[in-house]
């Protein structure tokens, strides 16, 4: 017989899942209620940690208060956005992006058990008994599985085809000229921008972003990556021949709060080669300001981005607005976190898309169909 791979981290993460997907559903008024309180829990929770820290890791912690608030505020958003959109199964990536980056920077199993009991008790102190059965189901489900996250394998920052490879070693030494020189040499290589980014920009930007959170690699360093990356973008789509221009209009940006903007940058760009008129609002902006710009361009379809699960519900207040705004555009949304709300945020949108290609090839079929 032969012998079978069973990898570790997959059999954990998919045991978590399967007890998340047994959470039940929170009602909208506790969800609402979370909501609403939201600020004042996180100053509980802050002044609560603050206090019980000084028994478990006072001495480690040093300047990392601020870190930690942000860290806090962070996981206060997934909680609200996992009672909000039922996203229990999603709960478990999130949780384990936090538990791993607050490990690789010398966080341990105390901390932990300390930030999640600050939780339960600011639930506890603010919100009525009724609507916390409810709402501390979430963190309970964390504590009584924190061995299990602690246990999950570190992930790797490793890329296998040599062109990430290569891109990468310029992308962390900075080197802007060659790197961008490099991916126009491989222009024959990809049959399409969108295939650029899927097979050669996604991989390597995944990759900087998992050595930010084993600490391999500071907010400075990942932050002039993904600037070198956008000029790489320029670079590319100005080496390539562009079509006649269309009466058709674009109107693409990211949501609220969504400070991930390449991949809605990239579209923009392929939209620009293709001919479509195209205004590219970049990333967050606060939601009056994106409808009142929308309003004012009058587009054809309206292409929103949300990678950060967090981030879901400033998604939907703004796919609301801009539908009472425009409600002639079609509405396309993508990203990470969309993807993983996609049986809530199709209710709201005309498409929800898995990738740039197939973004664009449903925005021509919505701008052909309305024709």
């Known amino acids: 017989m032969a012998n079978t791979f069973i990898d570790p981290k997959t059999t954990l993460s998919a045991t978590l899942k399967q007890g998340a997907r047994e959470l039940a559903q929170v009602s909208a008024s506790a969800t609402e209620a979370f909501r609403q309180s939201l600020p004042r829990l996180l100053d509980l929770v802050n002044k609560k940690f603050a206090i019980d820290a000084r028994y478990c890791c006072d001495a480690f912690l040093g300047n990392r208060l601020d870190f930690l608030d942000d860290m806090h505020k962070h996981l206060g958003d997934i909680f609200q956005a996992v009672y909000e959109f039922g996203l229990f199964e999603s709960l478990v990536d999130e949780f384990s992006w936090y538990v791993s980056t607050a490990s690789c920077r010398g966080f341990k199993k105390d901390y932990f058990e300390k930030m999640l009991a600050a939780w339960k008790s600011a639930l506890h102190g603010i919100l009525e008994p009724a609507k916390v059965h409810e709402l501390a189901a979430l963190p309970g489900f964390l504590v009584r599985n924190l061995d299990g996250f602690l246990g999950m394998p570190q992930p790797s920052d490793e890329l296998e085809a040599e062109p990430q490879k290569r891109l990468i070693k310029l992308l962390l030494e900075r080197n802007r000229r060659e790197a961008a020189a490099y991916v126009v040499s ?13 097979s050669l920009l996604a991989p390597v930007l995944h990759s900087i972003g998992r050595l930010w959170q084993s600490n391999k690699l500071s907010a400075a360093d990942e932050h002039a990556a993904f600037e070198i990356c956008r000029y790489i973008v320029f670079r590319f789509c100005d080496s390539l021949g562009r079509e006649p221009k269309k009466s058709i209009k674009a109107y693409i940006g990211c949501v609220t709060g969504e400070e991930h903007a390449l991949a809605a940058e990239m579209m923009a760009e392929v939209l620009n080669l293709k001919g479509w008129n195209v205004f590219f609002s970049g990333r967050s902006a606060p939601l009056e300001e994106t409808v009142r710009s929308a309003r004012q361009f009058q587009p054809d379809v309206v292409f929103l981005s949300v990678s950060l699960i ?23 949304l993508g990203g990470a976190a969309a993807l993983a709300a996609k049986h809530v945020m199709e209710k709201w949108t005309d498409a929800v898309v898995e990738n740039i290609q197939d973004g664009t090839r449903k925005a021509f079929a919505m701008v052909i169909r309305n024709a």
């Open 186 to 198: 491989l222009a024959k290589e990809y049959p399409s921008p969108q295939g650029l980014f899927q």
């Open 310 to 332: 967090p981030n879901l519900p400033s998604a939907r207040d703004l796919i609301i607005a801009v539908r009472s705004s425009i409600p002639g555009a079609r509405i396309i």
